[in-house]
């Protein structure tokens, strides 16, 4: 039952970071190198494997030209007698990236993969094999170990080469996880890069640049150019060869407070396209393409980005989407909404899969906080941006739906469930008591904060009492948009027990140190 050591890390990830080298980030300030199209086929951007079952997995790559992807899996290092898996054409319909559904694996093992892009006209040629490793989902108990956080590049906070550029990715790896979920603003399409920021002390914080980060995303071509600038950090690409992803997506995919319909006002002149419908759909297309994610690659029937990932007798992850399906942000203080954050077809069904569920601990991913306000400023209004307005009392606006989700797991006796979120650029753990509540037809839970991994951070939220939260703890600074240079760049860690079934969290700094534990006990319906 213990947690499988990850087997000689070094030289797995050894292909990766050769093939890569035509990216590795400059020592001077600069912009992104431009990929040669001489010779054969490139896998520059790394490789990703995302949404790992028991018996499958996806694995992503990025060509710098047309190529026919094929990616070969063994259980050891050596590939001898690989196992061929033939992927798609990756053409310039998909920006050159694409994916591949392994099936059959293993249960509970760990599974090596090495993807070659062949040349279209003469599978002879084939590039640099660029490897890759993740565990497969066990069909019985064992330890379960993964990572959450979130916002990556935001506030124009980008690739630092002087701070050695993303570096907490490789304190997430040292840990070695199953699994990295990233609870949103994978990309901050909104936020420009510049060649240098001014820090308070006078000196200058200095980013790698390039042309698509040196504006707000508007077209499919520069939502896309977001998504391959982060993949520029030698850092990101390690961890994505080793650690299997689980991605949902917030606001700054698309930009800053969106909601569907919203139209952005004339003032607004760095956006020539005004509406948000719009860019939306570019950005998902792109976030579809850049990542690999079931329900979203090409022929997928749910074309969703909410979904459950199972893992095995002890965790269920319920990954939400509270960006495609919300009503407008407004103050948030109506007495009757049927749509609120989720949509009344994804409450529903978040609600069956939660019934379904038997997993011991079932772990609702939620982009946005549920008791921490947000507030969204971008009209000039005080419109709320998540789902507590700072109103105390009864629930209203978004809060009522959350107040029917939370009615219904305490009615259906659902057990285990354990919030997680990012978004607010701060860390914290908050308990949720109804004899501390406004609405009280709850059972207590915990709703654990964490992020960013590379943004600005900032003061923590203020609480709103309609579901009684307590901030046990809480690390954030006191000044405004605080630079990754200056520290305040967390994740989170959850570790369960495969033979008790204890869930321990862990609230971790960028270089790994621990702020804060919390150890909860399986098989209740509140905690």
Partial sequence: MSHRPFPARRSVLRGTLAASAALTVPVTLGAAPALALSGRPKAGWGVQAGDVTSDSGLVWVRSDRPARMIVETSATESFRNPHRWHGPLLGADTDFTGTTRLRGLPSGRQVHYRVLLADPDDPRRTGEPVTGTFRTVPAGRRDVRFLWSG???????????????????????????????CSGDNIYADGPITATQALPDGSLYRNVTTEEKSKVAETLAEFRGNFRYNLLDENLRRFNAQ????????????????????????????????????????????FSEYFPISTLRPGAK???????MRHGPLLDVFVLDMRTYRNANSPDKQTVDPQGILGREQLDWLKRELSRSRAVWKVI?????????????????PNIEAVAQGDPGAPL??????????RYIKHRRITGTVWLTADVHHTSAQH?????????????????????????????????????????????????????????QFFGEVDIDGHSGELTVRLREQDGTVLFTKTLQPGRVGQ
């Fill in 243 to 286: 650690v299997p992803s689980i991605i949902q997506w917030d606001d700054h995919e698309v930009r800053n407070n969106w909601y569907p319909g919203e139209v952005i006002a004339a003032s607004d002149t760095r956006y020539t396209e005004k509406s948000v419908d719009v860019m939306a759909v570019r950005a998902r297309r792109a």
């Fill in 302 to 308: 749910e074309g969703r980005v909410q979904r459950v």
């Fill in 432 to 488: 949720y008591q109804p004899s501390r509540a406004a609405f009280t037809d709850f059972e207590p839970f915990w709703e654990f904060v964490s992020g960013p991994l590379n943004a600005g951070a900032f003061p923590a939220s203020e609480l709103d009492n309609t579901f009684g939260p307590e901030r046990v703890f809480v690390k954030a600074p006191t000044a405004q948009n605080v630079s990754p240079a200056e520290g305040y």
């Fill in 397 to 406: 606006g978004r809060e009522l739906q959350i107040a029917e989700l939370l």
């Fill in 151 to 181: 916002d990556l590049a935001g506030q124009g906070w980008g690739i630092n080469p002087d701070l050695g550029g993303y570096r907490i990715y490789d304190a997430m790896g040292g840990l070695d996880p199953d699994f990295f979920l």
């Fill in 365 to 381: 991913a939620a982009d946005m906080p549920l008791g921490l306000v947000v507030p969204d400023a971008t009209e000039g209004k």
